[in-house]
């Protein structure tokens, strides 16, 4: 394992380098976004970013590399391993799967945009939709309301957000993480609050009755 300063600017170029890197603790900061750099370093098993400041997860923070272009080919002095050739680009043949702490941080939102998403077909089998990587997101203080149920939806792959590049070229260079909300729960509003997103009852009690609200109020709860 390799722990680092507290100063996120200050080991940024450091991390870079360290392509070899396979664990990257850096919990208990003041890191307030999650940075994208680590997400090149094709050995990382683990990234511990709990325990920080880091308020919104975004859209591009659900993403990591699948592929390369075939012009990229000519960049890289070793390319890991055999790779399938798909149309237009290099699946990379990562074998490992990838664990990024999120948990213990302010996220009170995420950034899940209903244009940018779509309804998750199982005839390819799951791991075509879906990179390696799982993203905990427990012991975070969501605010709870009708874009809730994007996120329950993602985290049972029911959907999934998709890269611009596969929307427009159909290549899959960029792939999202699973998530894990075990542990997450509601901040907001009052007569949810500390309820687990998972807890059974909370579905029956509060977020069943709410997802009938949003619906009367035209809310678009997710391709179906």
């Not at 957000?161 to 901040?187: H, N, Y």
């Amino acid at each position: 394992m390799t722990v680092f300063p507290r100063t996120l600017n200050s080991v940024h170029l450091l991390i870079w380098y360290c392509y070899i890197l396979q664990e990257l603790n850096l919990s208990h900061n003041e890191i307030s976004v999650v940075p994208e750099f680590f997400r090149d370093l094709q050995k990382l098993r683990k990234v511990d970013f709990s325990h920080n400041r880091i308020k919104l997860l975004s859209f591009d923070n659900l993403f990591f590399v699948n592929g390369i272009t075939l012009e990229e080919l000519d960049k890289l002095d070793e390319l890991p391993g055999r790779y399938l050739q798909k149309n237009g680009y290099l699946e990379l043949p990562n074998s490992h799967h990838l664990t990024v702490d999120l948990r213990y941080n302010e996220i009170s939102e995420f950034d899940l945009p209903m244009d940018k998403v779509e309804m998750v077909r199982g005839s390819e089998g799951m791991h075509r939709f879906f990179a390696r990587a799982t993203l905990l997101l427990g012991r975070n203080p969501i605010a709870c309301g009708c874009q809730t149920f994007k996120l329950l939806r993602y985290w049972q792959q029911e959907i999934r957000p998709v890269a611009e590049e596969e929307t427009w070229g159909g290549q899959r260079l960029m792939l999202p993480a699973a998530i894990d909300i075990q542990g997450l729960s509601c901040s907001e509003p009052p007569s949810l609050r500390q309820m687990n997103l998972t807890d059974p009852e909370t579905w029956t009690q509060h977020l069943l009755p709410l997802a009938g609200l949003c619906l009367l109020q035209g809310y678009d709860l997710g391709p179906t």
